[in-house]
Nanobody, 114 residues
């Protein structure tokens, strides 16, 4: 499975960005993870092919994932961005229930200025 992430950029606090992740095939879930400098990669959100979603607490109400199954594409709409959201964002694919996120996109930088 190949994943292509895009949509990062520089935005002021309170602003919005939309990330996209295109997969080469349908997957069980696609997750967004992020890694800030000097920190470990952390989970942000995931979406099942059914459209169900799950978010880390710190982004609930601000971030929204959606999926276009016809295009094998997921989106992460990020609103009310905060400086602490600054990180490289990666999308990962889980192919089946119980499997790990074994496939990753290249990452896209999100920088939120205060």
């Amino acid at each position: 499975v190949q994943l292509q992430a895009s949509g990062g950029g520089l935005v002021q606090a309170g602003g919005s960005l939309r990330l996209s992740c295109v997969a080469s095939r349908r997957t069980y879930t696609v997750g967004w993870f992020r890694q800030a400098p000097g920190k470990e990669r952390e989970f942000v959100a995931r979406i099942w092919s059914s459209g169900s979603t799950y978010y880390r607490d710190s982004v609930k109400g601000r971030f929204t994932m959606s999926i276009d199954n016809a295009k094998n594409t997921v989106y992460l709409q990020m609103n009310t961005l905060k400086p602490e959201d600054t990180a490289v964002y990666y999308c990962g694919a889980q192919l089946s229930l119980g499997s790990s996120y074994d496939y990753w996109g290249q990452g896209t930088q999100v920088t939120v200025s205060s």
